[in-house]
């Protein structure tokens, strides 16, 4: 059974930061692509940023300059680091990752539980 858990989410004021972090477990071959992404209130799921094996990485538009997404291969991990922080951040954060587990023969897309990040004065 895979599991992701995300942590680090919260109440920030504008302009402040938060660090995210997913950590993968289970019984997993390889992961390949881990990245976040976020639902607000009445608005559809959105990718925020998204990291692959090699460390490529890419960024919504939204958070560019703003979030750094960046992981731990040897830890199973995924960080997000949010800085300047703005009420339009707010939102359920999921961590996200394309994994190849000893139960099946294809690479699938497994979801967090989500953590609830609130950025408010």
């Known amino acids: 059974q895979v599991q992701l858990v995300e942590s680090g989410g919260g109440l920030v004021q504008p302009g402040g930061s938060l660090r995210l972090s997913c950590v993968v477990s289970?019984?997993?071959?390889?992961?390949?692509?881990m990245g976040w992404y976020r639902q607000a209130p009445g608005n559809e799921r959105e990718l925020v940023a998204v990291?692959?094996?090699?460390?490529?990485?890419n960024y919504a538009d939204s958070v560019k300059g703003r979030f750094t997404i960046s992981r731990d291969n040897a830890g199973n991990m995924v960080y997000l680091q949010m800085n300047s922080l703005k009420p339009e951040d707010t939102a359920v954060y999921y961590c996200?990752?394309?994994?190849?587990?000893?139960?099946?023969?294809?690479?699938?897309?497994?979801w967090g539980k989500g953590t609830l990040v609130t950025v408010s004065s």
């Open positions: 289970g019984r997993i071959v390889s992961i390949n692509d």
């Open positions: 996200n990752a394309k994994i190849k587990s000893w139960a099946l023969a294809a690479v699938s897309s497994y």
């Open positions: 990291i692959t094996l090699g460390g490529g990485t």
